[in-house]
C-alpha cells in the first residue's frame, strides 16, 4: 500500500481517510491535509493502477470492494474516521463507510461514481444514457488498441470539449496508463447496486459537493444520493465542473474543512 500522511498528528485525534478520482493520485489531497492538519490525522493512499500502485492483476475479477479493502488498511484500528472521496474514490468511499459504519463519523463526497445504482434505479433518465454511452465509446475504443481515442473521450466528456488536446505531451504519458484501467473501473462502478434501503442505512452527516458547470450524469447522481442518503446535504459550487477538487481546491477543501469542523464539534 502506497499512503501519504502530510500531517503528523498529535495524540488522539479524528482519521480523515481521502480517496482520489480516477486518473488521478493520493497527491491529490496534499493541500486540503496541510489545511486540515493537526486538528485531524489525514491519510491518503493511491488506487490500483495509480500514482505509485500496481494495477490490478489482468484477468482476474474486479469490484469497488477491492479498491475499498486495500484503502481499508490504511485506517488505524480504532478511533473515529470521516471519509472524504472524489468521482471514482467517492463511490469507493461509500463501500468503506458501510464496512466501517461503527466508526465512521461523516463523508464529504464530490460526485460519487454510483452509475450502477443510477442506472437501477433510474434506468431511462437522459443522465444515466449519458454516462452509459461513455463507458460504451471508451470500453470499445480500448478493446480496439485505442487507447489515446479513449482517453480523449474520457478526458473531455469530463473536463470539456478539447481538454485533451491542451493536455501537455509531458502529462499525457500518465494519463494513458491509467486509461489502461478504465475498462475494469467502468465495469465495477456500473456492478456496484445499491439498494435504497442499504444508502439509507448509510445514517451519517454527508456533504455532497457537485458544481453547477458539471455533465448531467455526475450531478443526477448527486440528486439521487441526496434523496436517499438521511443525513445528507448538497453544496452547489457555482463555476465549477467535474474535476472541481483538483481546477478549483481552494474552493473546494474550504467547504470540506467546514463541513468537518462543523461535525467535529457537534460530537465532541
Keep these: ?58 484477468g482476474q475479477p474486479f469490484a469497488l470492494a477491492d479498491e475499498a479493502a486495500r484503502l481499508q488498511a490504511l485506517l488505524p484500528e480504532d478511533g473515529p474516521v470521516h471519509l472524504v472521496g472524489h468521482s471514482y474514490g467517492a463511490a469507493v468511499a461509500l463501500r468503506i463507510a458501510a464496512a466501517n459504519r461503527a466508526r465512521v463519523r461523516s463523508m464529504a463526497l464530490f460526485e460519487p461514481a454510483i452509475w450502477g445504482t443510477l442506472s437501477q434505479l433510474r434506468p431511462h433518465d437522459p443522465a444515466t444514457r449519458e454516462i452509459e454511452a461513455v ?4 470500453i470499445r475504443l480500448i478493446d480496439g488498441d485505442r487507447l489515446e481515442a479513449a482517453t480523449e473521450r474520457f478526458i473531455d466528456y469530463w473536463a470539456g470539449s478539447g481538454s485533451w488536446a491542451g493536455v501537455a505531451e509531458a502529462r ?52 439521487l444520493l441526496h434523496d436517499t442518503l438521511p443525513g445528507a446535504t448538497v453544496l452547489r459550487i457555482d463555476g465549477v465542473g467535474h474535476l472541481g477538487p483538483l481546477t478549483d481546491p481552494d474552493t473546494v477543501d474550504a467547504a470540506i474543512e467546514d463541513h468537518l469542523l462543523s461535525v467535529t464539534r457537534r460530537l465532541s
Excluded at 463507458?135 to 471508451?138: A, K, N
Excluded at 475494469?184 to 456496484?192: L, N, P, Q, Y
Design 1 to 58: 500500500m502506497n499512503a501519504r500522511a502530510w500531517v503528523e498528528a498529535v495524540g488522539i485525534v479524528p482519521t480523515v481517510l481521502c480517496i482520489h478520482s480516477f486518473s488521478s493520485s493520493a497527491v491529490q489531497y496534499q493541500g486540503l491535509a496541510q489545511r486540515l492538519g493537526p486538528r485531524f490525522r489525514v491519510l491518503a493512499g493511491d488506487l490500483y493502477g495509480h500514482g505509485k500502485s500496481p494495477a490490478w492483476p489482468q
Design 135 to 138: 463507458r460504451d465509446d471508451t
Design 172 to 223: 499525457r504519458p500518465r494519463l494513458l496508463a491509467t486509461v489502461r484501467s478504465l475498462r475494469a473501473a467502468w465495469i465495477a462502478t456500473f456492478e456496484e447496486r445499491w439498494p435504497v434501503d442499504a444508502l439509507g442505512a448509510l445514517d451519517v452527516p454527508c456533504l455532497l459537493l457537485s458544481g453547477t458547470r458539471s455533465t448531467a450524469a455526475a450531478r443526477c447522481a448527486v440528486d
